[in-house]
Every structure is written in C-alpha cells, then in structure tokens.
C-alpha cells in the first residue's frame, strides 16, 4: 500500500509544461498551429498531454483536417543524460476528437524525438519535440500527422 501511495505523489510532483507548435507535412500540406499542454512524472518517464491543432490543414483546395484536440500519453525514455541536456524517446497513444484526412481513427498512437534543456533535474527547462501521430494502418486513411512542439518546463 505504500507503494502505491508513492507512485501517485510521482504523478502529484510532476511538471507542468506550456507551449506550441507547428505541423509539417512533405506533400505541401498547409502548415498549423498548435497550443500544446503537457505534464510529465516519475523524473521524466511518462507525458500526459493536450494538444490543440488550431488551424485546419488543407492540401491545395481539400480540407485535410479541422481544428481539433489530441489527447496522448507516452512512456519516455531518456537515451543520452548530459547536465544541461536530456535526449530522450517517447512512445505511447493518442485520442483524436476528431477522425479526418490524415487520421481515419480517434485512436493513435504517438512517437517523440526530443531535448529537454535544464539547469537542474529540478529547474525549470525548455523542450523541444518532433512528435508523429497515426494509426498505423489500422484504419484508412492513415497519413498521420507530424509537428513540432516547444514547450517551457515549469
């Protein structure tokens, strides 16, 4: 039982992280914007997060995707510890409020490639992310979404 009660002060004790993004796509789909809302617990390990696609994405004159929100969680592993830099990997899954375009499913899951930029394991960072979300071919149309995220680390 105690246990357990350590395990939710990890989750209590996180940190919050706020910040935005853009998409990208190779074909010449137009780029959005993104506001993005993360909280990460257990010294980094695990991401929760809310991602808001605030433009739509159209591809020349076809609406590929509405305005939306991405719900995701990820396990993160830290692959390279440097004081002022944690290189890290992250893969988990993503609720989509929306199915369109680019994802044909609410259900995804979601990959990261990131830094985080610290003084401390403590302090407050800054976060870079390129993030991809899909279905895998699970359910047509999958051509995914990609995007970048900066974020500040409270």
Do not use: C
């Not at 433009?55 to 991405?70: H, I, R, Y």
């Not at 929306?98 to 401390?120: I, K, P, W």
Request: charged share 20%; aromatic share 14%; hydrophobic share 40%.
């Amino acid at each position: 039982m105690a246990q357990a009660a350590g395990e939710s002060s990890r989750f209590i004790d996180g940190r919050p992280g706020l910040g935005g993004g853009v998409t990208y796509q190779y074909d010449g789909t137009r780029a959005a914007y993104i506001g993005a809302f993360t909280w990460t617990w257990s010294h980094d390990r695990y991401e929760l997060g809310a991602i808001r696609f605030v433009d739509g994405q159209p591809d020349k004159s076809v609406e590929l995707a509405n305005p939306n929100w991405t719900f995701q969680i990820s396990r993160r592993w830290t692959f390279v510890r440097k004081p002022a830099a944690k290189f890290f990997f992250g893969l988990g899954g993503a609720y989509k409020t929306e199915t369109d375009d680019l994802n044909g499913s609410h259900l995804n899951f979601a990959e990261q490639l990131g830094v985080r930029f610290t003084r401390s394991d403590a302090g407050p960072g800054f976060e870079i992310a390129i993030r991809h979300m899909s279905n895998a071919g699970l359910k047509m149309p999958n051509k995914g979404q990609d995007f970048i995220t900066a974020l500040y680390v409270f």
